[in-house]
């Protein structure tokens, strides 16, 4: 069973940066970033594999954010630049048995709790 528990989120003015933290329990897998605004659908930010060695990202922010992940201290990372107000939602951590995995969240086994960005303009 693998826990998940994200952090970093807040208020930001556009422009500006945040990282998100997701502190796994566990063994590690593929992780990925979701996220979900209000009315909307949730939708894939970005994905990392378990050696940290293949990445892949949503269009809407590649360029932007950055995911990064530290095995040794079983936590993954999400470094959000140049944030626009599009990007306020909740931001979700997920965890698949795998050592990569793709863009769908059907894809991932485990989920945190979520945290929540919003981007004021």
């Known amino acids: 069973q693998v826990q998940l528990v994200e952090s970093g989120g807040g208020l930001v003015q556009a422009g500006g940066s945040l990282r998100l933290s997701c502190a796994a329990s566990g063994r590690t897998y593929a992780m990925a970033w979701f996220r979900q605004a209000p009315g909307k659908e949730r939708e894939f930010v970005a994905v990392i594999s378990w050696s940290g060695g293949s990445t892949y990202y949503a269009d809407s922010v590649n360029g932007r954010f950055t995911i990064s992940r530290d095995n040794a201290k079983n936590t993954v990372y999400l470094q959000m630049n140049s944030l626009k107000p599009e990007d306020t939602a909740v931001y979700y951590c997920?965890?698949?048995?795998?050592?990569?995995?793709?863009?769908?969240?059907?894809?991932?086994?485990?989920w945190g709790q979520g945290t929540q960005v919003t981007v004021s303009s």
């Open positions: 997920a965890a698949a048995p795998r050592y990569y995995s793709g863009s769908y969240d059907y894809e991932y086994d485990y």
